[in-house]
């Protein structure tokens, strides 16, 4: 059982950066593709990015391609999402994933999630 704990959202200015993190454990991290989701009260849980466990190349969400970076560090066992130029439209509460394949674009392929952190941008 994979546990998931988010941190790093907060309120922040448009043009602003954040750093998400999301701290894993229970688990083989390095065998996890991890991905990051963000929802808006009234909408579906949407994909925003995703690193596969390989090591191969990230998946970005068209609306934040450019602007936010995936990494993980997997000594630390912990997957980032650096947030930059933030728009109003990014505010959200930010989930992070796990699932032992491939990276996914659909939420319910992943089968471990943490509690989420807001981001909050104004304008």
């Known amino acids: 059982q994979v546990q998931l704990v988010e941190s790093g959202g907060r309120l922040v200015q448009a043009g602003g950066s954040l750093r998400l993190s999301c701290a894993a454990s229970?688990?083989?991290?390095?065998?996890?593709?991890m991905a990051w989701f963000r929802q808006v009260p009234g909408k579906e849980r949407e994909f925003v990015a995703g690193?596969?466990?390989?090591?191969?190349?990230?998946d970005y969400a068209d609306s934040v391609k450019g602007r936010f970076t995936i990494s993980r560090d997997n000594a630390k066992n912990t997957v980032y999402l650096q947030m930059n130029v933030l728009q109003p439209e990014d505010a959200a509460v930010y989930y992070c994933?796990?699932?032992?394949?491939?990276?996914?674009?659909?939420?319910?392929?992943?089968?471990?999630w943490g509690q989420g952190t807001q981001v909050t941008v104004s304008s």
């Open positions: 229970g688990g083989t991290f390095v065998m996890y593709t």
């Open positions: 690193i596969s466990w390989h090591g191969g190349p990230a």
């Open positions: 994933a796990a699932r032992p394949w491939e990276i996914a674009r659909t939420e319910l392929k992943y089968n471990y």
